[in-house]
C-alpha cells in the first residue's frame, strides 16, 4: 500500500545531535625546576578545566591544568616539586556533521573521555629540565534545529490498517549512514 490522501509527509523542526566527533593527542611538555633534577620520583596533572565552543567545521576545547613534577637533586640527597600550569586548544574535527542544521541554533558540548594524564617524565638530556609526554581525549557534540520528516495520518485511521506502507522510494536514504555512530547502548 503507498501513501494514499490520508496521509502527508511533514517536516518538524527539532533539535538533535548534528554533529560528532573524538579525538586522542599526546603532547611534550616542558618543565624548568628550580635545581638541576638529579632523577624523576613522580609526575601527575591536577586540576583540569576546559570548555568547549564552535569553530568553523569543528569544535575547539580550550582547557588549564598544573603538571607537578616530584624529583629529586643535588645528587638525589634532596626532593622538590616542581608545578607549572599550561594552557591548551585542543581542535576536534567533526566525522559527522548535518550539513542541514540551522547554524545560529548551535550548542557544544565536550567530554575529556581520558583526562590528561602523565605516560612519560624524563630528565631533558642537558639536566635542567624535565620533559613529560601527556596524553589526552575528548568526545564532543553539537546540537542544533534541524528538520525531521514524518508521516502523518490526516483522518481518523485504523491503527491496523496504518502499518503496512510501502516506503519505496526511500530505499537508498539509508546507504550513507554511518553505523559507527549509533549508541552502544541500543
Not at 525531521?148 to 502499518?163: G, L, M, P, S
Request: glycine share 6%; charged share 25%; with cysteine.
Amino acid at each position: 500500500m503507498s501513501l494514499s490522501h490520508k496521509h502527508q509527509c511533514r517536516e518538524i523542526i527539532t533539535k538533535a545531535i548534528c554533529g560528532k566527533g573524538r579525538k586522542f593527542s599526546t603532547v611534550t611538555h616542558t618543565v624548568t625546576p628550580p635545581h638541576n633534577p638529579t632523577s624523576i620520583l613522580g609526575a601527575w596533572i591536577i586540576n583540569h578545566e576546559y570548555e568547549s565552543v564552535p569553530a568553523g567545521d569543528g569544535i575547539e576545547v580550550i582547557g588549564t591544568y598544573d603538571i607537578n613534577i616530584w624529583y629529586s637533586y643535588d645528587q638525589n640527597s634532596q626532593t622538590d616539586v616542581a608545578k607549572k600550569t599550561v594552557s591548551y586548544v585542543e581542535n576536534i574535527p567533526l566525522s559527522y556533521l548535518d550539513p542541514k542544521h540551522r547554524a545560529s541554533t548551535v550548542e557544544v558540548s565536550a567530554d575529556a573521555t581520558q583526562e590528561p594524564s602523565c605516560v612519560e617524565a624524563t630528565v631533558a638530556s642537558g639536566g635542567g629540565s624535565v620533559v613529560i609526554r601527556v596524553e589526552r581525549e575528548f568526545a564532543a557534540e553539537m546540537v542544533a534545529e534541524t528538520k525531521v520528516r514524518v508521516v502523518v495520518c490526516t483522518n481518523n485511521c485504523n491503527e491496523e490498517a496504518d502499518k503496512d506502507y510501502d516506503f519505496g522510494s526511500l530505499d537508498g536514504d539509508f546507504d550513507e549512514l554511518d553505523p559507527d555512530l549509533l549508541d552502544d547502548e541500543i
